[in-house]
């Protein structure tokens, strides 16, 4: 055995993630479906399973110990690390160091979206060389030229699309994206037996990959779930690969949008509902029904299958009435459409390719049909200010109203600030701004204090425009507008609430003496709410600090202060928020911890997004953040810059 995958945690080493978190939650693990890709491809290519194996990091969690001991025995010598997100740089760094005191000549090859900081990666850690794009091809190539000529870079090395290194000369060489696998090939199925193999006789972890529906929101508004003869369990699959629009905050090494046969998915569904007591299926595709001849074969398929099924990723302009008549029928349950924002300018930088009100046509349609349609809110983009986030409030309030449903029951804790990935515009923005370095060692620090999960304000990367006293009373002021908006409409005119598919029952809605708290957000007293957080007093994991906690969770969740007018409310949270950040920021530098970072860079003046950005294309109707990028991008001044900025551009 020469070959050796691993799978790398998407959260940083400082996250301390261990077995019990793996198990916890009612969302089950991803399945690894690049390594499960990767695997397939070389077993059609003749590799046999006693050649490589699969050690699954992400779920086993070894120490360093137990790391050093897996290679220091297998010994191969080439290495495919798989890292999703770029929030596992630290994991990267840490993996790869070990591989190398273990397994001194390995080659040792990155994949996956983190590849984008290839000038990083390939000078910082103990990584040899960088998959950018899809992998298959290249990872074959790189298997049968380690065979032939070693670590060995030559002529036929240098073809090899999708490979990035470092040369002799100490310049990064990029040779272009990966190659894409013909249709005939492209074999996207979960398949357990192989990530079984991951986990190295711990089968137990293999539950990891499913959880009870009854346990989740997506499923368990619907009395169907409850059904004692449907299978429990549900798990995430995909149906589709790529997305066919470029939002200016996501990462897009590959490009084009491809489907997997009906067929072919129906076989594969059939080995695995009875194994593993599948009942349910959530499909985390980027944009599901796209292929609308495909969407309504799997939508049949579910019905034939007698399997309940949500999709995660929609696209608002891409569906219409009878699509989603369609899919209901079908057994959907809930669609989840790529919203972040109600505010058009936002949405037109963010590059997003839709109008509010395809937004609000298609959660009007998934209300009358009864689907659960949760929405996500983004914060912080560049050129978001006080007003959009009002728009976006007034967006959501009176949505709520018009499709008779309290804002808690699709609206809930999904309020996020925007993360600027490594290979996004967003991310070269930040640099753009001097906000985020462009040195190499500049660059690394940014990505040890990285993390994406959960994308809270505690991480954001404040490129707004905007000054830190109102981005930090964002995602409490969103919250809180959408409630008192809505409050004014139903007491303006009341509607019937209706019973849609969130498990509320029917009855006519005067939102008096005590409305339901916010949804995610307990109903604490404020005195109970203080001791908790006193007792709990933790900065380890960067999710809401406590004053933030306990505003959302009395003031805005409880209701406390409805009474008060919002010219007197706001100001004092606004404060006392503001007095949070300059505590955490102590305590971040105390404990070097990376908290509110760049929460108040000095953005020059000339160069944020104001009213007036469009002024600058007058002949684009729309305009978005990669326009801005584009235009303001300088020429190269070198190999290394060119194909640096090349990997920052994607596809």
């Given at each position: 055995?020469?070959?050796?995958?691993?799978?790398?945690?998407?959260?940083?080493?400082?996250?301390?993630?261990?077995?019990?978190?793996?198990?916890?939650?009612?969302?089950?693990?991803?399945?690894?479906?690049?390594?499960?890709?990767?695997?397939?491809?070389?077993?059609?290519?003749?590799?046999a399973d006693d050649e490589y194996?699969?050690?699954?990091?992400?779920m086993l969690l070894p120490d360093?110990?137990?790391?050093?001991?897996?290679?220091?025995?297998?010994?191969?010598?080439?290495?495919?690390?798989?890292?999703?997100?770029?929030?596992?740089?630290?994991?990267?760094?840490?993996?790869?160091?070990?591989?190398?005191?273990?397994?001194?000549?390995?080659?040792?090859?990155?994949?996956?979206?983190?590849?984008?900081?290839?000038?990083?990666?390939?000078?910082?850690?103990?990584?040899?060389?960088?998959?950018?794009?899809?992998?298959?091809?290249?990872?074959?190539?790189?298997?049968?030229?380690?065979?032939?000529?070693?670590?060995?870079?030559?002529?036929?090395?240098?073809?090899?699309?999708?490979?990035?290194?470092?040369?002799?000369?100490?310049?990064?060489?990029?040779?272009?994206?990966?190659?894409?696998?013909?249709?005939?090939?492209?074999?996207?199925?979960?398949?357990?037996?192989?990530?079984?193999?991951?986990?190295?006789?711990?089968?137990?972890?293999?539950?990891?990959?499913?959880?009870?529906?009854?346990?989740?929101?997506?499923?368990?508004?619907?009395?169907?779930?409850?059904?004692?003869?449907?299978?429990?369990?549900?798990?995430?699959?995909?149906?589709?690969?790529?997305?066919?629009?470029?939002?200016?905050?996501?990462?897009?090494?590959?490009?084009?949008?491809?489907?997997?046969?009906?067929?072919?998915?129906?076989?594969?569904?059939?080995?695995?509902?009875?194994?593993?007591?599948?009942?349910?299926?959530?499909?985390?595709?980027?944009?599901?029904?796209?292929?609308?001849?495909?969407?309504?074969?799997?939508?049949?398929?579910?019905?034939?299958?007698?399997?309940?099924?949500?999709?995660?990723?929609?696209?608002?302009?891409?569906?219409?009435?009878?699509?989603?008549?369609?899919?209901?029928?079908?057994?959907?349950?809930?669609?989840?459409?790529?919203?972040?924002?109600?505010?058009?300018?936002?949405?037109?930088?963010?590059?997003?390719?839709?109008?509010?009100?395809?937004?609000?046509?298609?959660?009007?349609?998934?209300?009358?049909?009864?689907?659960?349609?949760?929405?996500?809110?983004?914060?912080?983009?560049?050129?978001?200010?006080?007003?959009?986030?009002?728009?976006?409030?007034?967006?959501?309030?009176?949505?709520?109203?018009?499709?008779?449903?309290?804002?808690?029951?699709?609206?809930?804790?999904?309020?996020?600030?925007?993360?600027?990935?490594?290979?996004?515009?967003?991310?070269?923005?930040?640099?753009?701004?001097?906000?985020?370095?462009?040195?190499?060692?500049?660059?690394?620090?940014?990505?040890?204090?990285?993390?994406?999960?959960?994308?809270?304000?505690?991480?954001?990367?404040?490129?707004?425009?905007?000054?830190?006293?109102?981005?930090?009373?964002?995602?409490?002021?969103?919250?809180?507008?959408?409630?008192?908006?809505?409050?004014?409409?139903?007491?303006?005119?009341?509607?019937?609430?209706?019973?849609?598919?969130?498990?509320?029952?029917?009855?006519?809605?005067?939102?008096?003496?005590?409305?339901?708290?916010?949804?995610?957000?307990?109903?604490?007293?404020?005195?109970?709410?203080?001791?908790?957080?006193?007792?709990?007093?933790?900065?380890?994991?960067?999710?809401?600090?406590?004053?933030?906690?306990?505003?959302?969770?009395?003031?805005?969740?409880?209701?406390?202060?409805?009474?008060?007018?919002?010219?007197?409310?706001?100001?004092?949270?606004?404060?006392?928020?503001y007095v949070e950040y300059l505590?955490?920021?102590?305590?971040?530098?105390?404990?070097?911890?990376?908290?509110?970072?760049?929460?108040?860079?000095?953005?020059?003046?000339?160069?944020?997004?104001?009213?007036?950005?469009?002024?600058?294309?007058?002949?684009?109707?729309?305009?978005?953040?990669?326009?801005?990028?584009?235009?303001?991008?300088?020429?190269?001044?070198?190999?290394?810059?060119?194909?640096?900025?090349?990997?920052?551009?994607?596809?």
């Open positions: 055995m020469d070959i050796v995958l691993c799978s790398l945690p998407s959260e940083p080493i400082f996250f301390k993630t261990t077995p019990q978190v793996r198990a916890s939650g009612d969302a089950p693990v991803p399945p690894k479906m690049a390594i499960v890709s990767l695997v397939k491809h070389m077993q059609r290519n003749g590799i194996d699969f050690y699954d990091i992400d360093d110990e137990g790391l050093y001991k897996y290679f220091e025995r297998t010994a191969p010598g080439i290495v495919g690390l798989s890292a999703v997100t770029s929030g596992a740089y630290t994991q990267a760094k840490r993996v790869s160091a070990i591989i190398r005191n273990a397994c001194p000549n390995a080659w040792i090859v990155l994949g996956g979206n983190m590849a984008a900081s290839a000038n990083v990666i390939l000078r910082k850690t103990a990584i040899d060389l960088c998959v950018v794009g899809d992998g298959e091809i290249a990872w074959l190539k790189l298997i049968k030229h380690y065979r032939e000529y070693g670590r060995t870079i030559n002529e036929n090395f240098e073809k090899i699309a999708g490979v990035s290194f470092v040369d002799g000369s100490g310049n990064l060489i990029f040779n272009g994206f990966g190659e894409k696998l013909p249709p005939s090939e492209f074999d996207y199925f979960t398949d357990y037996e192989i990530l079984k193999k991951g986990l190295q006789g711990n089968d137990a972890l293999l539950s990891n990959y499913f959880r009870p529906a009854a346990g989740c929101d997506w499923f368990n508004h619907d009395p169907r779930t409850f059904d004692p003869k449907r299978k429990p369990n549900f798990s995430i699959i995909y149906t589709s690969k790529g997305c066919v629009v470029r939002c200016t905050f996501c990462q897009r090494p590959t490009k084009g949008y491809r489907t997997l046969g009906i067929n072919a998915l129906e076989a594969n569904l059939r080995k695995t509902i009875d194994q593993y007591d599948i009942g349910f299926l959530f499909l985390t595709d980027e944009a599901f029904g796209q292929d609308r001849e495909q969407a309504y074969e799997f939508a049949a398929l579910m019905k034939k299958l007698d399997l309940l099924w949500a999709a995660g990723g929609v696209r608002c302009n891409s569906v219409s009435r009878d699509d989603i008549k369609f899919y209901a029928d079908n057994n959907c349950v809930a669609l989840k459409f790529g919203v972040e924002s109600g505010s058009q300018k936002i949405l037109d930088v963010m590059e997003k390719r839709f109008e509010v009100r395809d937004v609000e046509q298609a959660l009007k349609w998934c209300a009358e049909f009864k689907l659960f349609a949760p929405l996500a809110i983004m914060l912080g983009m560049p050129g978001e200010t006080d007003e959009t986030i009002e728009e976006t409030s007034k967006f959501i309030a009176k949505l709520c109203y018009d499709i008779g449903k309290e804002p808690f029951t699709i609206f809930g804790d999904d309020v996020f600030y925007a993360i600027p990935f490594p290979g996004t515009p967003l991310y070269e923005y930040g640099q753009q701004l001097g906000v985020i370095g462009t040195s190499v060692d500049d660059e690394e620090s940014f990505l040890e204090g990285f993390y994406t999960a959960p994308t809270m304000k505690m991480a954001y990367i404040n490129l707004s425009g905007s000054d830190a006293i109102d981005v930090l009373f964002w995602d409490v002021m969103i919250v809180t507008l959408v409630l008192r908006e809505y409050e004014k409409l139903i007491s303006s005119s009341p509607k019937i609430i209706g019973d849609a598919a969130n498990g509320v029952s029917t009855e006519t809605s005067t939102q008096s003496a005590n409305p339901p708290p916010f949804v995610g957000v307990r109903y604490d007293g404020i005195f109970t709410a203080i001791v908790r957080r006193i007792k709990r007093l933790d900065f380890s994991m960067p999710n809401r600090p406590p004053v933030t906690n306990l505003i959302m969770r009395t003031v805005v969740g409880g209701r406390r202060f409805d009474w008060l007018p919002q010219f007197v409310l706001f100001p004092v949270l606004k404060f006392f928020l505590l955490v920021r102590l305590y971040a530098v105390a404990n070097n911890k990376d908290y509110y970072k760049y929460m108040s860079p000095n953005l020059p003046k000339d160069r944020s997004i104001k009213d007036d950005y469009r002024g600058r294309f007058p002949d684009k109707k729309i305009v978005s953040l990669r326009n801005i990028v584009l235009a303001d991008r300088k020429p190269p001044d070198d190999i290394t810059e060119q194909n640096r900025i090349k990997l920052l551009n994607g596809l």
